[in-house]
């Protein structure tokens, strides 16, 4: 008897040991492709605020805040980052010439991020999703933005996380 639950014991440590590396890998973080064939991980960006903008093609409002966030991202700091997707799941060549003939300059993702901060999709465009310097949801912007309005919100979350550090 002793033996038998020595061995079940033996037996349920294996068991636990053997799944270890399983669970380290079903929690790796995403790596998500650019269309310029770069590649990033929100977890290395942590430290800036980030603006993951939704557009489509067909979007005239998106057409109006491009210029915005194009303006933004030529001036950004290394606190700021601004990244694109496409709401429509365009991919490939299809994805480069809508990219090129709205006119934008930041980079855009082939893929949509937003499960991994937990923000539901709204349907409304544009759509910009705000994430903290630490790497969290901060809040969802819908409608058209302008530079000043996307600058005041970096600028409150920078301020922020430098009079944290420094307390």
């Not at 942590?46 to 903008?53: A, P, T, W």
Request: hydrophobic share 40%; proline share 5%; charged share 20%.
């Amino acid at each position: 008897m002793i033996k038998t639950s020595h061995n079940l014991i033996l037996i349920f440590v294996l068991g636990l040991l053997l799944t270890l590396p399983l669970t380290g890998c079903s929690n790796k973080e995403p790596t998500y492709a650019l269309i310029d064939g770069g590649e990033i991980k929100f977890s290395e960006l942590q430290g800036r605020v980030i603006f993951i903008n939704y557009w489509a093609e067909w979007c005239k409002p998106c057409r109006k805040e491009i210029p915005e966030l194009n303006a933004l991202y030529q001036q950004v700091s290394e606190h700021v980052l601004i990244l694109g997707v496409n709401f429509d799941g365009v991919q490939n060549d299809q994805l480069i010439a809508q990219t090129q003939s709205m006119g934008i300059k930041f980079p855009v993702l082939t893929t949509d991020p937003r499960q991994q901060f937990g923000a539901k999709a709204s349907g409304v465009l544009p759509e910009t999703l705000v994430i903290d310097s630490h790497g969290m949801l901060h809040e969802v912007l819908l409608g058209p933005q302008t530079m000043e309005k996307l600058e005041a919100i970096a600028n409150k979350l920078t301020a922020n996380k430098l009079s944290t550090l420094e307390h």
